[in-house]
């Protein structure tokens, strides 16, 4: 039984919609979450910043004496995912999760797999699903301009800016007859309404939050490491800028007001 709080970080505030997943399933943990709205975003960066920011990401969570590291971005999962492994306590990616979930759901073994530039052009979910199985055909779409439009708010399924930049990008996957589709970054989940009405009703989707968040609750019980609380979790928040819509984004995100405190620090410096 363990009282510390969960960290979690990402590239921005996309991260808070892993942090709702782990607030459905485990309402009584605490959450330490650090956003780096600052450098936001990372999927169009290269490889060695995105790997030198996620291990100044997880050191900052690491002097915070959390009980577990989930790295809730899908650019640090795929380029950066061996950021956790001398860690000494459980470090939850969304990368291999999402990965066994997508390849338990699909019948016809042809997987999609959507998200940032970074994250698509890394190969990392296609390694990954055909460690699971082989034979397993992947198509992958880089779809950036997605992120942009979460965050600007464009994000109702009528929507129809969204729409026809999601027609465009999903059309190749529809092409390659696949039956799941991995949302392989933060945002896609707050789109998955459109998303799906692009996909067709045939087609599954693979939410890498929700995916990531029960892996940690998993992992977090196997060792031992629940909170015995039976008190709602305190949060915090910490994040590198904090920027005019950061309100607006992260209720997005997150599906209500964020609940507890928020602060904001120098990343490069801690
Ligand atoms: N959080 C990032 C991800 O899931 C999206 C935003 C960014 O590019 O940093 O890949």
Redesign the pocket.
């Known amino acids: 039984m363990d009282r510390r709080p969960i960290g979690v970080f990402?590239?921005?505030l996309?991260?808070l919609t892993t942090v709702r997943q782990l607030l459905r399933i485990l309402p009584n943990e605490s959450i330490l979450y650090f956003g780096d709205t600052g450098r936001?975003?990372?999927?169009?960066r290269g490889r060695d910043t995105i790997i030198r920011y996620a291990q100044q990401d997880v050191r900052f969570l690491m002097k915070h004496d959390v009980k577990a590291v989930v790295a809730?971005?899908?650019?640090?999962s795929s380029v950066a995912h061996d950021v956790g492994d001398a860690l000494p306590i459980p470090f939850i990616d969304v990368l291999r999760p999402t990965a066994k979930a997508a390849a338990r759901a699909s019948k016809n073994r042809r997987i999609g797999v959507i998200?940032?530039s970074?994250?698509v052009s890394s190969g990392s979910y296609r390694r990954e699903l055909l460690k699971l199985d082989p034979a397993i055909a992947v198509a992958e779409q880089a779809c950036p301009l997605f992120?942009p439009l979460v965050e600007s708010g464009f994000v109702s399924p009528e929507e129809p800016v969204t729409r026809l930049v999601a027609e465009r990008y999903l059309a190749p996957l529809r092409d390659a007859g696949i039956d799941t589709l991995i949302l392989?970054?933060?945002?896609f989940p707050i789109i998955s309404e459109t998303i799906r009405d692009v996909m067709g009703p045939d087609v599954t989707l693979v939410d890498a939050g929700r995916e990531a968040a029960e892996s940690c609750r998993k992992l977090l019980e196997e060792n031992g490491l629940l909170t015995d609380s039976a008190s709602p979790g305190e949060h915090r928040f910490f994040v590198s800028d904090l920027t005019e819509s950061f309100y607006d984004v992260a209720a997005l995100c997150l599906g209500r007001a964020v609940p507890g405190e928020l602060e904001r620090i120098d990343i490069e410096t801690v």
């Not at 936001?40 to 169009?44: R, S, T």
């Not at 809730?72 to 640090?76: E, I, R």
């Not at 392989?184 to 945002?187: E, P, S, Y």
């Open positions: 990402d590239s921005g996309g991260g936001v975003p990372y999927g169009n809730a971005c899908g650019t640090v998200g940032t970074a994250t992120v392989g970054c933060t945002h």
